[in-house]
């Protein structure tokens, strides 16, 4: 039995895109459609085989099954204010932003039973955005957050579930405020430091010499998320701004830790530090 | 003709093992003998073809007539006061340390005509240490900085630029003082923020979970080269570190940016300085 009858991606970019691409290949939905402000996206989209037909009006929602935002935080609810009303009345809801408490709360007022709403974070991704950077099998072998509330109803949630793992993820439900406090440091923190660390470097000039020019691994590498999409990053420091700002706090002692033992030359304790941050991050999980 | 005769590297890590690896390879020396405190590294890079023999005592230089100092930046003129008495008087001294002006200053009251120093950086490597992960290719296509002052020897100069040349690196000079500023930029700073970064995360737990276990490309990235050897970024960073926290205070600025926008939830600035940052970045030589 094919899951979903016709499935309206919203945003189609590296994740509703890549959605589309394993939905279609694996024959999770028996129509796939993209919904989206600009036609140039849509159109690569349907070029590369992660939607069957697209539209720039909400109409194109008509008798939806699914409904996947992959708009950026801010523009979730009203995006599904627009959708809604044209979709299926028993109609799934699901997001893939990476902050969920208000895109939860404001999602509460929008979809009324018998539709239902589960938030979810698939943590997927690389910096390239758009359709013609998604892939069938970016989900695979990562792991997809649930926050459903009290209210959520389970059947939903246990539909969601299924969808997430028939693309390859291990899925985990907690509650949005856990996930938005997990998130801001594994994720948002990082990249306020990627985008951070590219501005300090890259107006500098030593000499007339551009230090980029000189640059090896690390920059690269400590830069790299600093070539994720405004748009997306912007909603996100913003939404989730108390738990960002928190981590960025702590980020900010741990600079200011080391910055003194520079300050005074002292070896033997930035060794020791050094060494401990070292073995504390083998514990990160590889690729 | 092969260039030298006896080339002692002392400190067979990941740069001088893959030195050994790439003028062994190429013929670029008769012999390569191996010099350092632990007997397992250097019994490693024997086997993996880096040296030919190795010492524990500093008479392995004897008439060596490359030295090749591959030791953490404080060490570098004590290990060449021990080495020196026992290689050829012609002998030609570099080191490939990340910091330039102190080790120029320091080297230049130990190593007296007719032996010569010439101060190099090679930018290459990775987090991965030793002569386990030492490799012949390293320096391919990546650029060694030269730090020659007024009283070195200019055919010293030829001879180690034609030597990085052959393992396959574009030479540039400048003075140390410059390389000092860039390096701190480019390199030095990123470190900080990894090890920073690393440490600002692996001591959170969020209601019992590590986020680590929650951890996407962004944080694997941003903390890569917080895996680095704890006892040559000491050194690095107590060497240089007026750069250093030169650099850092611009790094703390740009963040202190981001951050008022966030507390502001000034959505377009963030959106405008993302931008800005991220179209930066496409400047970033690629690997």
Redesign the interface.
Known sequence: MIPFERVVVAGVGLIGGSLGLAMRERGLAREVVGFGRGRPNLAVALERGAIDRYGLEPTIAADADLVVLGVPV?AMAGVTRALLPHASPRALVLDVGSVKAPVVAALAGVVRPPAAFVGCHP????EHSGAANAFATLFEG??C?LTPTADTDPSAVERATRLWEAVGMRVES?SPA?HD???A???H????????????????R??G???????????????????????M???I??EN?AE??R??A??????G???R???A???PA?????????A????????
């Open positions: 801010a943590i997927a991704g690389t990562s792991c957050i907690m856990v406090r997990l998130l440091l594994v994720s923190l990082p990249h306020v430091v990627a985008y951070s660390l590219a501005a300090a470097v890259e107006g500098e030593v000499e010499r551009d230090p980029f020019a000189y640059s090896g691994g690390a920059l690269r590498d400590a830069t790299r998320v600093a070539s994720s999409p405004p748009e990053w912007r909603d420091f913003v701004r960002v700002l981590a960025l702590g980020f900010e002692s741990a600079v830790r080391l910055k033992w520079i300050e030359g002292d070896a930035l060794e020791a530090e050094l060494g401990r941050v070292r504390a991050r083998e514990r990160l999980p590889r690729r």
